[in-house]
């Protein structure tokens, strides 16, 4: 057995108290050991922590990745108007080797900033899980059908394509990447579609992801056609099965309650919903239901990034504001949501420091000015720091940053390569 110590620091127990404590893990297995002091002595190799707070992984529960090449490309306007007309032209231009570039890109940034593990949706998906693969993250992945703008023979190659995209590709990677059927929302893919993915879904047993209630233009649709709320339509056509969703800013009281029953969850992207003035879900709400509720980034073009730290933060500060209320939607529950929370949506066995979980670790540093004093760890994490305050990230027990080097990537040359790509894309598109 292969063992890595993660030693001199203090660690971010389950229950969100902090205690000194050296992390123990399986490397070959990618397992939490033990947590306890003075496990560096036997081990093979060290990590240290000195100075630092381990805090698992952190997950970003939906992003699609390789968006990256599209960061700050026709910024601040509204979501169907910047999707439909000026982002969606530049992505259909997007090349197999685009979505690659992209999607490294993306990486570099999530494990520079202690993420391990993330929900991705996006197309050539063989692309994005070498990607991953390479990365050493967990990532649960698919292909986002569209049919509206499809005739039926377009539209029926999409469906089938995320459903073989989920076949395919589940357990890649050593088993860090699993997969859903993901058809896009509730209102670009038709109806008779919807209905495929419910009964495909539940025949084959792949789990189901989908934007849904993200803006009133993915509500008020749906409310005038067939009189119910989104959350109810998609149950009627057995969309709620073993399904998380994205956003769900536009969920009223009888789709929380819904969601809590069917075991729906719900990735929560504040700083996307802010910036596209999509709106503030009901956070608050959806936990005091019992229901699940991970963080996500979104993409990098409605965000514009990808750090984990200012995502907890926003969705503190914009949880708040909707009610009113101060103590709404803590940073003990934030913090939560971007761990345990966002782990339990994509169906990893992470988001905990504790024996018998994955060795999903990143440890923060905490020898900054904005990071003193230490009056409360847990309200430093969501509030003050930052992603480049993360020093190491170790994930599936694989060192993949250490003291700030990526290790898996070249990550000057990924920038560069990126950068290339996307103004070659933006040509592109306006030749």
């Not at 459903?163 to 590709?169: W, Y």
């Not at 969850?265 to 003035?277: D, F, R, S, T, Y």
Request: glycine share 8%; hydrophobic share 45%.
């Amino acid at each position: 057995m292969d063992t890595l110590a993660v030693t001199g620091g203090r660690v971010l127990t389950p229950s969100l108290s902090v205690r000194e404590a050296d992390v123990l893990v399986d490397t070959a297995a990618g397992e939490i050991l033990d947590v306890a002091q003075d496990l560096g002595g036997d081990a093979d190799g060290t990590l240290d922590a000195t100075d630092g707070l381990v805090i698992p992984g952190l997950v970003n529960a939906h992003c699609h990745m390789a968006m990256s090449l599209l960061r700050g490309y026709a910024a601040e306007k509204p979501l169907e108007t910047w999707l439909r007309e000026e982002v969606g032209p530049v992505e259909a231009e997007f090349t197999a080797e685009d979505i690659r570039v992209g999607t490294e890109l993306a990486l570099v940034e999530l494990i520079r900033s202690g993420v391990t593990a993330v929900g991705d949706m996006y197309f050539e998906t063989a692309e994005v899980v070498e990607a991953v693969a390479q990365s050493g993250l967990r990532a649960r992945l698919g292909f986002a059908a569209v049919t509206v703008t499809k005739d039926d023979v377009g539209a029926q190659a999409d469906v089938d394509e995320s459903f073989r995209v989920a076949e395919t590709f589940d357990g890649a990677a050593d088993g860090r990447v699993r997969t859903a059927a993901m058809p896009h929302s509730l209102t670009s893919v038709e109806e008779q579609y919807l209905a495929a993915f419910g009964e495909r879904a539940a025949a084959d047993g792949h789990p189901l992801h989908f934007h849904a209630n993200e803006t009133t233009a993915e509500v008020d649709p749906i409310v005038d056609e067939y009189g119910e709320r989104p959350l109810v339509f998609a149950d009627d056509h057995d969309l709620l099965r073993d399904t998380f969703v994205a956003h769900g800013v536009h969920l009223d009281e009888t789709e929380i309650e819904l969601a809590a029953e069917r075991d729906v969850g719900v990735a929560h992207c504040p700083a996307a919903n802010a910036k596209l003035a999509s709106g503030i879900a009901p956070v608050q709400r959806m936990l005091d239901a019992g229901v699940t509720v991970g963080l996500g980034t979104d993409g990098p073009a409605s965000n514009d990034d990808l750090d984990m730290f200012d995502e907890m933060c926003q969705a503190a500060m914009v949880g708040k504001l909707a009610e009113g209320d101060a103590t709404d939607v803590s940073a003990a529950s934030v913090v939560e949501m971007a761990t345990a929370g966002g782990a339990d949506l994509l169906g990893f066995d992470a988001g905990r420091i504790e024996a018998g979980r994955a060795a999903d670790l990143a440890v923060v540093d905490l020898d900054a000015p904005h990071l003193t004093p230490e009056h409360d760890l847990v309200s430093l994490l969501v509030y003050a720091a930052r992603g480049s305050d993360v020093r190491h990230t170790v994930a599936d027990g694989e060192v993949v940053m250490r003291d700030r080097e990526v290790l898996p990537f070249d990550a000057a040359a990924v920038r560069e390569r990126a950068a290339d790509h996307a103004a070659a894309a933006v040509e592109r598109q306006s030749s």
